[in-house]
Nanobody, 120 residues
Framework: QVQLVESGGGLVQAGGSLRLSCVAS????????LGWYRQAPGKQRELVAA???????NYADSVKGRFTISRDNAKNTVYLQMNSLKPEDTAVYYC??????????????WGQGTLVTVSS
């Protein structure tokens, strides 16, 4: 199985920055795409940013130019650098991984989430 543990959330003022981290662990063959999603109160979960194993990235329009996703395969970690934060970025942020387990089975995995609160 694969476990994802996020960290780095917290309270920040508008215009500030935060860096989220997500570490993968467990017994797996490899992790392909990694992504960050968020869910604000009363809203559906949405994709924020994703990165492939080849480091191709895509972002939600609302975060383009402010957020940067990156990955360090040696550390089994994906990051989300969030700059120029806005109150509307307030949400629980979830890490997501497309993993391939030993034996070749595909498994999509979610972290437990980390809360980001941006005050105005």
């Amino acid at each position: 199985q694969v476990q994802l543990v996020e960290s780095g959330g917290g309270l920040v003022q508008a215009g500030g920055s935060l860096r989220l981290s997500c570490v993968a662990s467990g017994n797996y063959l490899r992790i392909n795409a990694l992504g960050w999603y968020r869910q604000a109160p009363g809203k559906q979960r949405e994709l924020v940013a994703a990165i492939t194993s080849g480091r191709d990235t895509n972002y939600a329009d609302s975060v383009k130019g402010r957020f940067t996703i990156s990955r360090d395969n040696a550390k089994n970690t994906v990051y989300l650098q969030m700059n120029s934060l806005k109150p509307e970025d307030t949400a629980v942020y979830y890490c997501n991984a497309d993993s391939i387990l030993m034996g070749g089975r595909y498994l999509e995995v979610w972290g437990q989430g980390t809360l980001v609160t941006v005050s105005s």
